[in-house]
């Protein structure tokens, strides 16, 4: 293998640091479609990768890459081992509980009825538009911290995926989110996260067929 | 002295009645009955009289005790191992053994299609089959049997009337009145006939007292109403309506009435002549009946000239190419095969709830929710819904309530988790009357013959530990 080669393997899987932070949104050419975010929502992706490999009884595997470049199910395999690494009920709601707290702040004004996820106990509210980089975005509330918290989780799954990743993803694929939470395997308005994810699949479908 | 009597059998009461609290004592749980050990002491007994009783012995158990043994499903530990205490009795009861026993000989024993065979199996089903109906007719003391339509539940009961009853006999601006604190399948339906026939709804709001208001139903009574639909008790509000001056009214100015008495058979003695109503709805399986039957009472002189509802088998008379006559009701509304061991599992239902008495249940149950309704006020934060219970109001045993701040699912989810304790957290079909509120969803903890007084301990106890643990995140 020449060093050419091995330069351009290890380029495909380490970008550099400043590739990683999300790219400035508050550029001048925005269109309708790609909203702007708040600065200190930049930080999103970098808060979530944080809090998930704070020590753990179980440490989630630390990637020996950027998480900027984990695919959507590495990151649920991540997911799904740290919920799993928790037995008690009141450990797993209380890291819900942590998570939801990470939840950056949903402008009041955004809270309109074509926001509202439909067929929830709890009510959600989601936003989705696309990055400049072509990228999903997502931001969710909730009037249930517990729901926030499986939102957020949804979110560091799918924020910044590609509209693919985010269509292509199975519903079963997260079934195992489930894990010690809510019992019910099966999608029903209890499964307030298997709502959310339709949503932002449905509305991920939209925008891009726009 | 030989112990005779049953009262003289009650003296060994002591170790008798915890063996009965024991819950993994499962020598009782095969005993259809285990009332036999309810303490009817007649102090005159002669029998008594001469053994010395130590004043324990005589402490009653309560029914809650007495049933638990009968409810196997009781016992056992959810989640992280703790005890299983179910308090979601308004979305659907528990069966005793007995129920089960009786539904699992019919598809053992003698399991056959009913009303059509002349064979010894269809011969028994058929038989046991409309013994249920009779049963169920009994229970409500409906005059007749064949005013005992059989359904699905008490949902396809009432678009029964709405599709049958409604379509043939409602014009436009006829006016329907229901109660905002209706069930969504005692609003939708009507909503769906208005839209077919011009009716019009009008809708009864609540009092400050959290209480259909009366005064605004009558006044809503016109020559224009034609149809009268209210809950007998609110599986919300935990209120009760005054059914009989309802249908009064209602006649007064010749409109029918439909009675929603999902939560009141179960729960209490229903008579149906007493209370005057024209129809009836009540499912099965809020009863300790199975699921997958319910039933429609309807007087007699309205079924038999109202239009079939679904088409099919049974429901006919002769059928030609080009038309078909109709049976009399009530197989005229009961086409294709019922649910035939289910609704023979109805009648074993009213065999062990008759056994209790409707009156002992419903005492019981008024106890309950006087102890429901006073602990759970006592936490902070609490909001119940619905009227307090004093000397004239009688509240059924459930409480929907909300904690300031905390959302109701996750109580409910934190509850469940942490404490085994079931109860339900939504808008509990009924979306109108928790907007009227002014919320989202509540939580609701409701009850039923065999809770106890230490279940309503039980979650106290835990809804206090989660609004702690919640409250420690802020």
Not at chain 2, 274 to 302: I, Q, R, W
Not at chain 2, 392 to 406: E, I, M, P
Request: include cysteine; glycine fraction near 4%; hydrophobic fraction near 40%.
């Amino acid at each position: 293998m020449n060093s050419t080669t091995a330069n351009s393997t290890v380029a495909s899987v380490f970008k550099p640091p400043q590739s990683h932070s999300i790219p400035p949104l508050n550029s001048s050419n925005r269109s309708p479609t790609h909203i702007q975010f708040k600065p200190d929502h930049s930080n999103l992706r970098a808060i979530s990768t944080t809090s998930l490999q704070t020590p753990h009884p179980i440490t989630p595997p630390q990637p020996p890459y950027f998480p900027a470049n984990l695919t959507v199910s590495e990151k649920l395999q991540i997911l799904i081992s740290e919920f799993k690494s928790l037995p008690e009920p009141i450990d797993r709601v209380k890291r819900l509980l942590h998570y939801a707290n990470l939840l950056p702040p949903f402008d009041e004004s955004r809270k309109i009825e074509s926001n509202r996820v439909t067929g929830c106990t709890a009510q959600v509210w989601l936003d989705v538009m696309m990055d400049d980089n072509g990228k999903m975005r997502f931001i969710v509330d909730s009037d249930s911290e517990i729901t926030k918290g499986f939102c957020y989780c949804l979110i560091w799954l799918l924020d910044g995926g590609s509209a693919i990743e985010v269509i292509e993803i199975r519903v079963d694929d997260l079934r195992e989110m489930n894990v010690g939470i809510l019992p019910i395997r099966a999608s029903s308005r209890v499964n307030t996260w298997h709502n959310v994810l339709i949503s932002m699949q449905r509305r991920t479908r939209d925008l891009i067929l726009q | 002295m030989m112990m005779m009597s049953m009262e003289g059998l009650a003296v060994k009461l002591p170790s008798f009645s915890q063996i009965i609290t024991n819950p993994n004592h499962h020598s009782f749980t095969h005993k259809p009955f285990s009332l036999k050990f309810r303490f009817n002491f007649r102090k005159s007994s002669s029998s008594l009289a001469s053994l010395s009783v130590p004043a324990a012995a005589t402490a009653p158990v309560s029914l809650g005790h007495s049933t638990r043994p009968d409810f196997e499903i009781l016992h056992q530990k959810v989640n992280n191992g703790s005890k299983l205490v179910y308090l979601d009795n308004a979305a659907t009861s528990q069966k005793p053994s007995t129920v089960i026993d009786v539904v699992n000989n019919y598809y053992r024993s003698y399991n056959s299609n009913v009303h059509r065979g002349i064979h010894f199996l269809s011969a028994r089903a058929t038989d046991e089959y409309e013994m249920a109906r009779k049963k169920v007719a009994a229970f409500i003391n409906a005059s007749e049997s064949s005013e005992i339509v059989f359904t699905r539940n008490a949902t396809e009961a009432i678009n029964l009337v709405a599709y049958s009853w409604g379509i043939s006999n409602l014009k436009p601006n006829d006016e329907i009145i229901v109660t905002i604190a209706e069930h969504h399948s005692a609003i939708v339906p009507w909503q769906l006939l208005s839209e077919k026939t011009g009716a019009v709804l009008k809708f009864v709001s609540l009092t400050e007292d959290e209480v259909p208001d009366i005064k605004m139903l009558q006044d809503l009574l016109s020559k224009k109403t034609k149809l009268v639909v209210v809950h007998h008790v609110s599986n919300v509000l935990a209120s009760v309506l005054p059914i009989k001056d309802i249908a009064e009214w209602a006649h007064d100015v010749g409109a029918k009435i439909l009675a929603d008495a999902c939560q009141s058979v179960p729960h209490m003695p229903v008579d149906v002549q007493n209370l005057g109503v024209d129809f009836l709805v009540a499912s099965s399986h809020k009863m300790c009946g199975p699921t997958g039957v319910g039933f429609l009472y309807g007087k007699s002189e309205l079924l038999e000239v109202m239009p079939p509802f679904l088409g099919g088998g049974e429901m006919i008379s002769d059928v030609f190419l080009d038309h078909s006559t109709y049976a009399d009701p009530p197989s005229r509304f009961e086409a294709g095969t019922p649910a035939i061991g289910e609704a023979i599992g109805l009648g074993a239902a009213i065999d062990y709830l008759s056994q209790i008495g409707m009156q002992k249940i419903h005492d019981y149950e008024v106890e309950l929710a006087n102890y429901l309704y006073e602990n759970l006020k006592t936490v902070p934060g609490v909001r119940i819904y619905g009227p307090a219970p004093s000397q004239t109001v009688d509240r059924a045993a459930l409480c929907s309530f909300n904690v300031d701040g905390l959302h109701p699912t996750d109580v409910a989810t934190f509850l469940d988790q942490q404490h085994g304790v079931a109860i339900r957290s939504g808008h509990h079909c009924a979306q109108p009357l928790h907007r009227y509120l002014g919320i989202n969803a509540s939580a609701r903890a409701s009850l039923y013959f065999y809770n106890t007084k230490e279940d309503v301990d039980d979650f106290v106890r835990a809804l206090v530990d989660t609004i702690g643990f919640f409250n420690s995140f802020n």
